[in-house]
């Protein structure tokens, strides 16, 4: 209720004598009975917009301003939601809801019964892909496209990626297996990293105008056929092409893929991408369309820096810094400080990120340690695989990844570290709930999917003192390890600045109670605690989720009526099964409830709510337990 009543409150913001031209268009129907000379008005509206409406509610900010232009034009051109446009990750996605239907709703985004914060197929028709994970739009697409011929479809499909998700070797195999299907496929590569955008400007547009017009198409094609008999002028004709295309554009790799490149082209300029989108609209087969886009586009301060505007909290647009929060340190910020502390007595350790730099705290480590510092991009399973290689040189890796992110990399996780018992520290940030993100990004499995896998270690800490204890018990143990933490701020404890170490599988009485015992894995215990003082129940820090206190679990079954195990993690295959399937061996007759994350995926919204809904907060634990 409280979460409605939140969402009531905030200021509904399209005012028609603000934003004359985008008032009117509620879907992009409504967008393609528009002039093509309205369309710069439209884009500086929507970007108006964005700013105006973010700043109320907080989100994704600077890769949305980016796709300003480029959100127009394909919905002006393409016939969505009959064509299908896919966006990868979904940052970038929020100018793409303004325009199908949910513009008055932009507001609640990322909040408790809120718009979904990335392209959902439950939210909209529009929406034709699921997403918030890297890297899946080209095979998405592809896979439409190719369900879409096999019915004799003739619609238009188009994948948006970015170039850091590019960086993933899943969009490569795409672009691969594309290259063997004629299907009508189109990837627009958004790029706004790449050192190539220097090299945008007149020659450039004027270059990808004609590669992607019907004269050039023709008259290649047409070459192609006349050639086709005489192998040694054909390879002679191709080579120069080849050569000459590579002389001035990018797109040579994309080309012997299979793809036809066009591009770079400026992806603000409205009459380039009207031209050149419509040119390979009447394309046939794969193509590829390279643009060089700016993030934080029309706001000033987002785009000097796009890192610390990429997902922004209430703001102020006429001040140019956000508010700073009080703060707290994070569990990624104890991990950064001893990953630190760690190299300077190790010159072993070497430090591991799949592209989360910050997210993971690693920003001192990387200045300081920039030789032993390793950011391989989107690309998980490689940062997985890149630390057993290294650990096999006697190297100390550290693998710094969200829960939801590892996932990704499963198979080497399993195959390349565990299977080798090869000696890697999994930092695992995000554990339990994450908030705004929603499904996509809850570490929700972590604890299920590590603890079936032979030869690991798994430590919950519970507060940030813990945290560190066991980065350093972790980091020492001769074989995989993962310590798995959630986000934000700890309890406010002092995590120390030693490098000390704990008993391996060995938890920690809290409190002693009488007949309930509540076996605490992580997050959850200071809220649990809460409870034990009001059921006077015996509390413990079981620290460990694999090796089990074995020992510890008994001796509570021998002398309690009942264990309630707590976990931020699904239920199925936790840390409560965990303890559920020893007791079962050791014949123990005792009653146990197991509390975590149900059997669902979690939607987004304010962690607290989220964490009531699951039957996680203290009100909901006491109902289970009297229950």
């Known amino acids: 209720m409280k979460a409605r009543e939140k969402l009531n409150n905030l200021t509904v913001l399209c005012d028609p004598e603000k934003y004359p031209h985008l008032a009117s268009i509620n879907y992009p129907a409504d967008l393609r009975d528009k002039d093509k000379a309205d369309l710069k008005a439209i884009a500086d509206e929507l970007r108006a917009f964005l700013i105006e409406s973010t700043s109320q509610c907080g989100g994704h900010f600077a890769a949305g301003l980016g796709t300003v232009e480029l959100t127009v034009v394909l919905h002006y051109l393409f016939d969505t939601p009959t064509d299908k446009i896919v966006w990868d990750v979904g940052h970038q996605a929020y100018p793409h809801k303004v325009l199908t239907g949910r513009k008055e709703q932009l507001v609640s985004i990322r909040q408790t019964d809120g718009l979904h914060p990335f392209p959902s197929r439950f939210e909209s028709e529009y929406d034709c892909f699921g997403v918030g994970h890297s890297s899946t739009s080209i095979s998405a697409a592809l896979g439409m496209a190719v369900a879409a011929k096999a019915r004799g479809d003739e619609r238009r499909f188009v994948a948006v990626i970015g170039d850091g998700a590019m960086t993933a070797g899943m969009a490569f195999e795409a672009l691969n297996h594309a290259a063997d299907l004629d299907v009508n496929l189109t990837v627009i590569l958004n790029d706004n990293d790449m050192s190539i955008s220097e090299n945008v400007g007149g020659l450039n547009n004027y270059l990808a105008k004609i590669l992607s017009g019907k004269f050039y198409s023709s008259v290649k094609e047409g070459g192609k056929k006349v050639l086709k008999n005489m192998p040694t002028i054909s390879e002679w004709a191709h080579r120069v092409e080849e050569h000459m295309k590579g002389m001035v554009l990018p797109g040579t790799l994309f080309e012997e893929l299979g793809f036809n490149y066009i591009g770079p082209i400026d992806g603000h300029n409205l009459p380039t991408l009207l031209t050149t989108i419509g040119n390979i609209k009447a394309l046939k087969g794969p193509q590829l369309l390279h643009v060089v886009t700016r993030k934080g586009k029309g706001f000033e301060p987002a785009e000097n820096d796009p890192i610390k505007y990429h997902a922004v909290p209430v703001f102020n647009p006429q001040e140019k810094e956000l508010p700073k929060a009080k703060k707290k340190k994070t569990y990624s910020n104890v991990f950064g400080e001893w990953l630190c502390d760690m190299a300077d007595q190790d010159e072993r350790l070497m430090g591991i990120t799949p592209a989360m730099r910050e997210g993971s705290d690693l920003i001192a480590f990387s200045k300081r ?51 080798q018992n090869l000696d890697v520290l999994f930092a695992i940030d995000r554990g339990g709930i994450v908030g705004g993100d929603g499904a996509t990004h809850h570490g929700a499995f972590d604890l299920s999917y590590m603890r079936c896998i032979p030869n690991m270690i798994i430590m919950t800490p519970s507060d940030e003192r813990e945290c560190r204890l066991m980065l ?5 143990f001769n074989g995989p390890a993962a310590v798995r933490y959630p ?25 002693e109670g009488e007949k309930i015992a509540l076996l605490v894995f992580g997050s959850l215990l200071p809220v649990a605690a809460e409870v034990a003082e009001e059921l006077n129940a015996t509390l413990v820090d079981m620290r460990f989720v694999k090796p089990l206190d074995e020992a510890l679990v008994l001796h509570l079954a021998q002398s309690h009526e009942r264990l309630i195990t707590l976990e931020e993690n699904a239920i199925a295959g936790g840390a409560g099964s965990a303890v559920n399937e020893f007791l079962n061996l050791s014949k123990a007759n005792v009653s146990v409830l197991n509390l975590g994350i149900p059997d669902r995926f979690i939607e987004h919204g304010d962690p607290n709510d989220l964490l009531s809904r699951c039957g996680l907060d203290k009100a909901g634990i006491l109902k289970s337990i009297q229950a």
């Open 369 to 419: 340690f920039p030789q032993r510092y390793f950011d391989v991009g989107i690309a998980e399973q490689h940062a997985v695989t890149l630390a057993a290689g290294m650990a096999c040189e006697k190297a100390k890796p550290v693998c710094a990844i969200y829960g939801s992110f590892l996932q990704r990399g499963y198979d080497q996780f399993i195959h390349d570290v565990a299977l």
């Open 472 to 476: 350093s018990t972790g980091y020492h």
């Open 487 to 511: 986000r934000g701020a700890g309890i406010g404890i002092d995590a120390g600045t030693d490098l000390s170490t704990i008993e391996i599988g060995k938890g920690l009485v809290k409190r």
